[in-house]
T-cell receptor, first 115, second 115 residues
């Protein structure tokens, strides 16, 4: 069935350094890949997404890269700050009937930024 | 983006009882979804709430246990029936943003504890 693998499960970096989280997916028909940030006790918040027709997208300190051939995509956070500490989830779209899409989520990465 | 609210935000229930969770979106949306997030875990899709027809359930979830209603394009309910302690979790609804075919926005979640 559809599967999204996310690594690492925990990541600790020094403030100002970069953080990279990687995901692989199984369904070659997936064409939409969002990343969500979830702070403790809060709802998941979309931080960036990428569609299969582009290989990279950047928004200030956050970037996502996509390799469709290898079926993997990555989140890059540069110049990390304490407020970046949270759990990050990747997801991949799966086509349902009648053109509707659902998301399958990775297991999550707990990112800790050390001051 | 869509603004999504849920009621109740949390509840403590006795085993064997049922709880209905409400999800309200501030604009008409095509797709609404219900997820479960167990403590420290990822998001697992329970079902897609279809307007005017029966919900589409994922493997491992059945209508008798998680009946869903979607009477219009802005509202949905999820009932957790005949609850057991294993149903203790956070239940989240989500919706596609207006005019968006991919991006899902999440409600704040309902934290359910079953004693």
């Amino acid at each position: 069935g559809e599967n999204v693998e996310q690594h690492p499960s925990t990541l600790s970096v020094q403030e100002g350094d970069s953080a990279v989280i990687k995901c692989t997916y199984s369904d070659s028909a997936s064409n939409y890949f969002p990343w969500y940030k979830q702070e403790l006790g809060k709802r998941p918040q979309l931080i960036i997404d990428i569609r299969s027709n582009v290989g990279e997208k950047k928004d200030q300190r956050i970037a996502v890269t996509l390799n469709k051939t290898a079926k993997h995509f990555s989140l890059h956070i540069t110049e990390t700050q304490p407020e970046d500490s949270a759990v990050y989830f990747c997801a991949a779209s799966i086509l349902q009937g009648q053109g509707a899409q659902k998301l399958v989520f990775g297991q999550g990465t707990r990112l800790t930024i050390n001051p | 983006s869509a603004v999504i609210s849920q009621k109740p935000s949390r509840d403590i229930c006795q085993r064997g009882t049922s709880l209905t969770i409400q999800c309200q979106v501030d604009s008409q949306v095509t797709m609404m979804f219900w997820y479960r997030q167990q403590p420290g875990q990822s998001l697992t899709l329970i079902a897609t709430a279809n307007q005017g027809s029966e919900a589409t359930y994922e493997s491992g979830f059945v209508i008798d246990k998680f009946p869903i209603s979607r009477p219009n394009l802005t509202f949905s309910t999820l009932t957790v029936s005949n609850m057991s302690p294993e149903d203790s979790s956070i239940y989240l609804c989500s919706a596609l943003g207006r005019g968006d075919t991919d991006t899902q926005y999440f409600g704040p979640g309902t934290r359910l504890t079953v004693l």
